[in-house]
T-cell receptor
Framework: DTEVTQTPKHLVMGMTNKKSLKCEQHMGHRAMYWYKQKAKKPPELMFVYSYEKLSINESVPSRFSPECPNSSLLNLHLHALQPEDSALYLC??????????????FGDGTRLSIL | DQQVKQNSPSLSVQEGRISILNCDYTNSMFDYFLWYKKYPAEGPTFLISISSIKDKNEDGRFTVFLNKSAKHLSLHIVPSQPGDSAVYFCAASAYTGNQFYFGTGTSLTVIP
């Protein structure tokens, strides 16, 4: 059982819809991450939150908007997505983010399909 | 530019034999390395890690070897079991860095 919970597991949306992906962890981790993964490719980092503040934005288009309401929750708000945004979106957490030998723990992801 | 590479997209091994998965990296600043296992429809699961002060780390059937001079690491699974069939990703980071760099994955099939 994963300790990082992502909802929903699957999401189908049109290009004009607004939806949100949710991620929750109760391991006391202070760093949380969003990744995008396409088939047969490695996870690509999108955003990093450290102590509830956005610390890394890997030049992600503004149609993706992250939010960290508290240390346990991470949201990804979606608006006006394109078909090429269809992918598996993974959330991860770790004890800290800046330095140190700490693994990231992943959720099972949200499979997003844009029509 | 891919800083972490897994050159074998797939590997098939008989049950009970050794599985060896390989990973190469280019950035000499990397000093922390991890292996993740991923089943279909699930997120990657952390398997084992190694820091650059070591050249070997063992956890049960899983052993990771690090060759810093060759910028190469490998994961050995002995004995291999059908439940080990999954995609394996290696990842690397620098102690002072702020993100992991993932390889493209190797799909392992363990044949009963």
């Amino acid at each position: 059982d994963t300790e990082v919970t992502q909802t929903p597991k699957h999401l189908v949306m049109g290009m004009t819809n607004k939806k949100s992906l949710k991620c929750e962890q109760h391991m006391g981790h202070r760093a949380m991450y969003w990744y995008k993964q396409k088939a047969k490719k490695p996870p690509e980092l999108m955003f990093v939150y450290s102590y509830e503040k956005l610390s890394i934005n890997e030049s992600v288009p503004s149609r993706f908007s992250p939010e960290c309401p508290n240390s346990s929750l991470l949201n990804l708000h979606l608006h006006a997505l394109q078909p090429e945004d269809s992918a598996l979106y993974l959330c991860a957490s770790s004890r800290g983010v800046l330095g140190g030998y700490q693994p990231q723990h992943f959720g099972d992801g949200t499979r997003l399909s844009i029509l | 530019d891919q800083q972490v590479k897994q050159n074998s997209p797939s590997l098939s091994v008989q049950e009970g034999r050794i599985s060896i998965l390989n990973c190469d990296y280019t950035n000499s600043m990397f000093d922390y390395f991890l292996w993740y296992k991923k089943y279909p429809a699930e997120g990657p699961t952390f398997l084992i890690s190694i820091s650059s002060i070591k050249d070997k780390n063992e956890d049960g059937r899983f052993t990771v070897f690090l060759n810093k001079s060759a910028k190469h690491l490998s994961l050995h699974i002995v004995p291999s079991q059908p439940g080990d069939s999954a995609v394996y990703f290696c990842a690397a980071s620098a102690y002072t860095g702020n993100q992991f760099y993932f390889g493209t994955g190797t799909s392992l099939t363990v044949i009963p």
